[in-house]
């Protein structure tokens, strides 16, 4: 496989996990966001999807209350604009790292919940709460993080400069005299 | 470089960015579709459920596990164990502040449903001394009783003494009598949201109050407990499970007043 075909396989494949990454971050926001059944899209019933998903954040117990309904304010929010900004390609390298992070804090608090405990005596059918926590920590680091951070490694791997050889080679093939126009 | 090269080659970059916005936009807005997930389509599957599992009224002689006024615009249904500790906490920091301020003052009315779970082996017949309880009016006290004292009967099994020692001698006569006949596990919710007795369990006349929160519960559904359901003017929202928190619920019913 020559390096220009390597590249653009390279290319597609980042281009096909941005777009994935995006998606998810995307429809993640909008499932907090999106106003209860019957209720309109207005930012009223808005911030009342968002003040439901504070309870979520809430029952992670690691944050104190003071800060939980912010914090839940603003994580969907950053996330919309996160999934749009990675579809846009600007400034991929620091997007794919943004979501990166973003993924690490993800399961930091998954891995907290189930060091904790966190609903395992109150699980329906046995475990129930503990279980959701728990696929949802193997849902998170073993697919969203993976991606995120592949998509990271592939925008600094593509976003590197040529290597000087390839440089030297694009000016011999420059007409004679040329280079010192 | 020539000069013709470099406008070809500019040109091209334009056009391959202007394509790549387009191809961005695009992709955003299918994924906006997807997620808002054509509305009106989901709305009314969730109507339909939300009509069957709306309050239901209790029968006649029903105990009456509920705190405040039927006309207060909030309505928070509970659906726990008495054996769960996550229900505990939810009890002792959230409901019991809920119930001295936003139920007192009219603003909620509090409706507890029974969820006893299979995984715990004395939950069953709590739910049943609860509703002893609740069918000659002393409700509240017994839910105090088990929820303060939840690490020790859990242990030893011996709810009588904690409820024996929330009222007088006459009041636990009362409530005792409305246990006849109900000796061993009460009813828990099953594989599949079923009704069903661990071994050594069977059907008493109390169990007729139970089984109908299970079967509520499934439609909800009820994957965990706590799991509670808020009603605001005729509208029922997602359920909640887990503990929230008294600041964070109170926030939220402030907002919900506040439309």
């Excluded at chain 1, 804090?105 to 709460?129: K, Y």
């Excluded at chain 2, 006849?180 to 594989?191: D, F, H, L, S, T």
Aim: proline share 7%; hydrophobic share 45%.
């Amino acid at each position: 496989m020559t390096t220009s075909s390597r590249n653009r396989l390279g290319s597609i494949l980042l281009l096909a996990g941005r777009i994935v990454l995006a998606a998810i971050f995307i429809v993640a926001a909008i499932e907090k966001m999106k106003p209860q059944p019957g209720m309109p899209w207005t930012l009223h019933s808005i911030n009342l999807s968002l003040l439901m998903f504070s309870w979520v954040v809430d029952s992670y117990n690691m944050l104190p209350s003071s800060t939980v309904t912010l914090f839940s304010q603003i994580l969907p929010p950053f996330e919309l604009f996160l999934g749009i900004w990675l579809l846009s390609g600007i400034a991929l390298r620091l997007s794919s790292l943004v979501s990166t992070l973003l993924m690490c804090m993800f399961v930091t608090a998954l891995v907290s919940a189930v060091e904790r405990n966190l609903g395992i005596n109150c699980g329906c059918f046995g475990q129930g709460a503990q279980v959701a926590v728990k696929t949802e920590l193997i849902r998170v680091s073993g697919l969203f993080l993976p991606l995120a951070v592949a998509v990271t490694i592939g925008a600094f791997l593509l976003h590197r400069k040529p290597p000087a050889v390839d440089a030297a080679a694009a000016n011999s093939a420059l007409p004679a005299g040329s280079e010192h126009a | 470089m020539t000069c013709q090269n470099s406008d070809l080659r500019r040109k091209l970059a334009q056009r391959t960015n202007g394509l790549r916005a387009k191809t961005a936009l695009a992709i955003f807005a299918g994924i906006l579709a997807f997620a808002v997930g054509a509305s009106p389509q989901t709305a009314p599957k969730v109507a339909k459920v939300a009509a069957k599992v709306s309050p239901t009224e209790p029968p006649a002689g029903a105990p009456v596990k509920s705190y405040g006024s039927k006309s207060a615009p909030i309505t928070l249904e509970v659906f726990t164990d008495y054996q769960c500790p996550s229900c505990r906490n939810f009890y002792e920091q959230t409901l019991r502040t809920l119930i001295n301020d936003y139920v007192a003052s009219g603003k909620v009315y509090l409706v507890h449903h029974d969820y006893p779970l299979s995984a715990h082996s004395h939950s069953g017949e709590a739910a049943r001394w609860a509703n002893s309880a609740a069918r000659v009016g002393e409700f509240d006290k017994v839910e105090a009783a088990l929820y303060d004292n939840q690490p020790a009967w859990e242990e030893s099994g011996d709810l009588q003494k904690y409820i024996a020692a929330s009222m007088s001698a006459a009041d636990f006569k009362r409530v005792q009598a409305q246990m006849r006949g109900c000796e061993g596990p009460g009813p828990v919710a099953g594989a599949s949201g079923a009704v069903s007795y661990p071994p050594n369990g069977k059907p008493c006349p109390i169990d007729a109050y139970i089984t109908p929160d299970i079967l509520l519960g499934t439609k909800v559904p009820v994957n965990a407990t706590p799991t509670f359901v808020i009603t605001y003017k005729g509208k029922r929202l997602a359920p909640g499970s887990g503990g929230v928190s008294w600041p964070i619920l109170k926030q939220f019913f402030d907002s919900l007043l506040t439309q």
